[in-house]
């Protein structure tokens, strides 16, 4: 069997030593250093070749890659790197990394062409300055192909390895069985439909109720697929950490039901939680597990890969026992793994992990995109970034001064951003240049002196670059895609602009991430309607949708919808008795675990208040602002089996969608509320670009967002075909036609006369 690797990977695995060193950091973004590449190679003669396709193969080792440009005419070819700040600065086993890949490229070109020898350039370009650094050097055809052939052997144990890997997997995934005896009602619907997404390479939106086995589901019928597909890594990518234990443990499952099965689980967690020194930086010099990181790399490599699960405390001892950082560990490992589970973020975010692996080595990949209902707001923060001068002020404090300098000619240039009269919010139609200048050169100055200061700790004048570089990345791709909103604030002198790149619509940053897929799969219980999530997420024009049947009958859970009582805002004062008395007759007859929702915690306080006031006996509990995380634990142990009482909790927040509380753990939910967003400057904006856009404002804005909510919301009640339960909807606007067309369809609902 034949194995193919990148020029790159061969490259990073062959010729990285040394320690793990980021103070050549931080460096540009994948859209940057594209942008950078072209303006390079936008800079040569006629001519000119760009991306080079080149192939070379030793010893069954086929190796492929893309040169980035080469000029006949100098017989010169250059490999091009994007950087920022003092190219002196570079580690030198930086430098070491990027000539490999040159002199790799240099001979792929030279037995493509039976060149004799050909001048091998390192062209680094400045994206700050725009100006280029070249290196060079003159090499020979003999000693290419010495060189090349010294990394392919050095690389060829592991590609064997790899390769006997890979045949066992497809093999054993070919024959792999469904793991449990039968398929759940809905479930085998499910599956059959990510099966031929995959095999067809398409992209599928599934709404699929809860209770069906959706992880299962999904995972199953995909693995199934990757044989056939030549699928080479499966994402699956959650929005929380409760979805990325579901994979876990459903991937634990099949692994159980195919016992030989070599199937490599890799999870990918944040980096403040696996950084084992917090108060250190990222290199040798500071950290411990940086020093040496790639020579002891290996090991730690084979040892992880041996165990499959890479996950948990598991993977934390592998890497603590052979001294190198559990967090660079899990992206290293991320190469080798069949299966990566991981945050929204690794794939979809600005600079993604997994996106730009997957572009770089050429992977074949699958994604399944656990509860995608959340990808549209997750979608719109991951394309956002704001400013504050508190952040600046604290950045200043301490800082060396040219970089004050720096800070004070940008504190200058913030006035420009307040709106005219007392306006407390502006949208701009455009950034300002001035400030965005003056943003620029802040930027630049502190990376100038955060490379002079490798060993300062982490703090204020960092967390400000990032924040700052974060907006300037965004600023380059501004378009009709987002806002650039100004709120203004009370500060310690008078009013202070809070400036916002704010993502409306992510679809335009998504779509090309949905593009590099082989096949996705985003499922959820709330995906209605289609063409809302299909124009928000940017979704392919050929996208299947399947709406999975539930298995709950409607007799399982009683809805029940209250037109009397009006929870608008103009309404609320005199709502607080009505649904207190409410809540109160409700439990007096069907006594219980419930939990009550609310638009915001006013509201629940002073609903909470007056059930206590007026009904002393009923056990009430309620959830509170930033509730950390033992006391959100806390909070859902009160829900025992064969429990009493009532939860108040915020409709959206952490008790809305998430939890499973089956049996009578929960046996009804009362929703005071329909969840549309505030009707504020902000969302009224995003109504008016939702209208110019799609010709459907309130429903984009406001209607869609807010629905979904109480569906998950109401969706904590029933969670097996055993649970039986209630369902209060309060406000008399549930009962328009174009609220109930988004309510479930098994549901049966039952109208309160009106009074």
Not at 532 to 556: C, H, K, N
Request: charged share 25%.
């Amino acid at each position: 069997m034949q194995y193919t690797v990148a020029v790159r990977a061969l490259c990073e695995f062959t010729a990285k030593a040394g320690d793990l060193d980021l103070r050549f950091t931080p460096s540009p973004t994948a859209q940057e250093g594209i942008a950078g590449h072209a303006a390079v190679t936008a800079s040569r003669a006629a001519g000119y070749e760009r991306e080079l396709s080149l192939v070379g193969e030793f010893e069954g080792l086929r190796v492929r890659g893309r040169a980035d440009g080469y000029d006949a005419a100098r017989n010169r070819l250059e490999e091009i790197k994007t950087h920022r700040g003092d190219l002196a600065r570079q580690p030198a086993n930086h430098r070491h990394l990027h000539w490999a890949q040159a002199r790799v490229y240099g001979w792929l070109l030279c037995e493509a062409r039976q060149l004799e020898q050909i001048t091998l350039a390192l062209v680094y370009f400045d994206i700050t300055t725009q100006k280029e650094t070249v290196l060079e050097e003159v090499a020979q055809r003999e000693d290419l192909r010495l060189f090349f052939e010294d990394q392919c052997r050095r690389f060829l144990d592991w590609a064997r390895q790899e390769a006997a890997h890979r045949e066992t997997r497809d093999a054993q995934l070919t024959a792999l069985a469904f793991p449990h005896p039968s398929f759940r009602e809905g479930q085998r619907e499910l599956a059959e439909a990510g099966y031929k997404a995959a095999a067809q390479g398409r992209c599928l939106l599934a709404q699929a109720p809860t209770g069906i086995g959706k992880t299962v589901g999904t995972l199953f019928p995909v693995l199934k697929a990757c044989p056939g597909q030549k699928i080479d890594k499966l994402y699956f990518l959650a929005a929380k950490t409760p979805g990325r234990q579901l994979a876990l443990d459903a991937l634990q499952v099949i692994g159980k039901s195919a016992p030989t099965l070599p199937l490599r689980v890799l999870e990918l967690i944040a980096r403040d939680k696996a950084c084992e020194h917090p108060d250190k930086a990222c290199h040798g010099e500071s950290c411990p597990l940086a020093r040496g990181f790639y020579d002891r790399l290996p090991a730690a490599r084979s040892q992880a890969l041996a165990q499959r699960a890479m996950h948990g405390p598991a993977l934390r001892e592998v890497a603590l026992a052979n001294q190198v950082c559990p967090y660079y560990l899990t992206q290293e490992l991320t190469r080798w793994a069949d299966v990566v589970v991981g945050d929204y973020n690794y794939f979809f975010d600005t600079s993604a992990l997994l996106h730009a692996f997957a572009l770089d080595n050429g992977w074949r990949v699958a994604t399944l995109v656990d509860e995608a209902h959340n990808l549209v707001e997750r979608g719109r923060q991951m394309y956002s970034a704001e400013l504050g001068l508190p952040g600046l002020r604290a950045a200043r404090t301490g800082a060396p001064a040219p970089v004050r300098r720096a800070l004070d000619r940008l504190r200058r240039a913030w006035s420009e951003l307040l709106p005219e009269g007392s306006a407390t919010y502006a949208v701009l139609d455009e950034i300002p240049g001035g400030w965005l200048d003056a943003l620029q050169r802040a930027s630049a100055a502190i990376g100038d002196h955060l490379n002079e200061a490798p060993l300062e700790p982490p703090g204020a004048l960092q967390e400000f670059h990032f924040e700052a570089l974060a907006m300037l990345r965004l600023a380059e791709a501004f378009g009709s895609h987002s806002v650039f909103d100004v709120t203004v604030r009370p500060g310690r002198h008078g009013p202070e602009a809070l400036p916002c790149i704010r993502n409306l619509v992510p679809a335009p940053f998504l779509k090309p991430r949905f593009e590099a897929a082989h096949a996705t799969v985003l499922f959820s219980a709330t995906l209605n309607p289609p063409g809302y999530y299909q124009d928000m997420l940017g979704l392919p024009e050929d996208t299947v949708w399947i709406d999975v049947a539930s298995p709950f009958r409607a007799e399982q859970l009683s809805v029940r919808l209250v037109r009397s009582i009006s929870t608008r805002w103009a309404d609320r004062d005199r709502s607080l008795a009505p649904i207190a008395d409410l809540i109160a007759r409700h439990y007096a007859a069907t006594p219980g675990n419930y939990l009550a929702f609310f638009s915001s915690f006013d509201y629940l306080q002073r609903v909470a208040t007056l059930l206590r006031e007026r009904h002393p006996t009923l056990p009430v509990f309620e959830q509170s602002p930033g509730m950390p995380e033992p006391q959100r634990r806390a909070f859902i142990d009160r829900f025992e089996p064969g429990g009493q009482g009532i939860g108040f909790a915020v409709l959206g927040g952490s008790f809305g969608e998430g939890i499973d509380l089956p049996g009578d753990r929960l046996v009804g939910a009362f929703i005071a509320t329909l969840g549309l967003p505030q009707v504020n400057p902000v969302n009224e904006e995003m109504r008016r670009r939702m209208q110019q856009a799609f010709g459907n404002g309130y429903d984009y804005a406001y209607l869609y967002p807010g629905i979904r909510k109480v569906v998950q919301a109401a969706g904590r009640v029933i969670r097996t075909r055993e649970d039986r339960g209630s369902v209060v909807l309060i406000d008399d606007r549930f009962a328009r036609p174009e609220v109930r067309a988004l309510l479930p369809a098994w549901w049966q609902v039952q109208l309160d006369p009106l009074p």
